[in-house]
C-alpha cells in the first residue's frame, strides 16, 4: 500500500519534469542542439530550471543530464551550454541542487556522486571533467573552474568563497588583450575528507592528499602535499600534520 502511495505521489513530479524536458529539447532543437535526459525515481523540481546558450555562432552538440534517484533541484539554479560541442552534467541518487547554483558548460563534464549538496549561489564551469566523488559538499557562493581536470575526493567539505581552479592565463604584455591570452592547465586533485575553509584558493596543479585542511584565505599553489596536513598562509604552507583521533 505504501510503495502505491508513492507511486500516486510522484505523478505530479514526474509530469513537471517531462514538461520541462520537452520545453528544453524544443528550444536546443532551433540550434540544432541534442538534448538527452535519464532520470531516476521522484526527481524533483522546485522551479523549472533556466537555459543559457552560447555560441549561438556554431550549430550541433548536445547536452545530456543525467539525474539519478530522488534529486532534487532547487529554484533558480541555472544551464549554461555552449553550442557545437557536447556538454554533460550528471547528479548521482539523492544529491541536492539548492537555489542559484550556475552550471556553465562548454563542452565539458560535471560529475557529482551520491549524496552530494551544492548550497546556494555557488558556480561550477567545466570545459574538461569535474568528477566529485559521494557525498561531497560545496558552501554558499563557491566557484569551481575546470578546464581540464579538477578531481574532488568523496567526503569532502568545500566552505563558503572558495575557489578552485586547475588554469591561469598566460601574460604576454601590455598589448595583448587578456581574452587573447594563452591558457595554461594543470588537473587539481582533492584527497577524501579534504576539508577548505572560507575564501580558500586552491590553483592549478595543487594535489592534496586525503584529510587535509586549508585554512580560511589560504592560496595553495600548484605541487604535492601528504595526507593528514594543516595548510595555511599565502602561499599556503604545512603548519602541522594531523592525526586521526583513535576509534
Known amino acids: 500500500m505504501k510503495t502505491l502511495v508513492k507511486a500516486i505521489l510522484g505523478v505530479p513530479k514526474r509530469i513537471k519534469l517531462l514538461v520541462w524536458a520537452l520545453t528544453m529539447r524544443v528550444r536546443l532543437a532551433r540550434y540544432g542542439i541534442k538534448f538527452q535526459l535519464e532520470a531516476g525515481r521522484r526527481v524533483t523540481l ?60 562548454s563542452g565539458g563534464t560535471i560529475e557529482m556522486g551520491e549524496d552530494c549538496r551544492m548550497r546556494e549561489f555557488l558556480v561550477l564551469k567545466a570545459t574538461g571533467h569535474m568528477f566529485m566523488e559521494d557525498r561531497v559538499s560545496i ?54 575528507h579534504t576539508l577548505l575553509l572560507t575564501n580558500s584558493v586552491i590553483l592549478m596543479g595543487a594535489r592534496l ?25 599565502t602561499p599556503a604552507k604545512s603548519l602541522r600534520t594531523l592525526h586521526p583521533e583513535p576509534e
Request: aromatic share 8%; charged share 20%; proline share 4%.
Open 46 to 105: 522546485s522551479r523549472f530550471p533556466t537555459l543559457e546558450i552560447e555560441g549561438l555562432h556554431q550549430r550541433g552538440g548536445s547536452f545530456r543530464l543525467v539525474l539519478g534517484d530522488h534529486v532534487w533541484i532547487g529554484p533558480s539554479v541555472d544551464f549554461s551550454v555552449k553550442a557545437g560541442v557536447d556538454n554533460v552534467i550528471i547528479m548521482g541518487n539523492r544529491t541536492r541542487v539548492n537555489q542559484g547554483v550556475c552550471f556553465k558548460l
Open 139 to 192: 558552501s554558499y557562493f563557491a566557484v569551481i573552474h575546470c578546464e581540464e581536470s579538477i578531481h574532488i575526493g568523496e567526503e569532502s567539505g568545500l566552505g563558503e568563497r572558495i575557489t578552485v581552479v586547475d588554469s591561469e592565463h598566460i601574460f604576454e604584455g601590455e598589448t595583448v588583450s587578456w581574452r587573447n591570452m594563452r591558457i595554461i592547465t594543470d588537473p587539481v586533485v582533492l584527497g577524501k
Open 209 to 233: 592528499g586525503p584529510g587535509c585542511v586549508v585554512g580560511a584565505q589560504a592560496v595553495v599553489k600548484g605541487g604535492d602535499y601528504p595526507a593528514s596536513q594543516l595548510l595555511a598562509g
